[in-house]
């Protein structure tokens, strides 16, 4: 791969990086703000199932964006390494479109298919 588009794609990543470790501590936040309540009133049942609702929705959110940055950041070892762009499966390289769609993808689609029927 071309080091112009290493240098591209490495942005692209860190831009994403950026991003989705913003998007956890917005989450974070606000699932402090939420917590308690401080008027001493006793909270309806159905106010209380929501807002445990919203905590588990967004821990799942969460948990998502997690396992993305840990996709990102081998992507972003792959290219420090001079191996991006190369499936990790067979060796062989990911098709320029899939790259572009999935810039944090390890595998071709051929092995990702084959991983996942497993």
Known sequence: MLKKDLVQYKRILQDMKEKIAGQIKQMSN????????????????????TDMYDREFSLGLASYDRELLY????????ISENKFGLCVECSKPIPVVRLKALPYTETCLKCQEKLESR
């Open 30 to 49: 606000s699932g402090e703000e939420k917590s308690g309540d401080v008027s001493g009133h006793a909270l309806h049942m159905a106010d209380v199932a």
């Open 71 to 78: 996709q990102i950041e081998g992507a972003l070892q792959r």
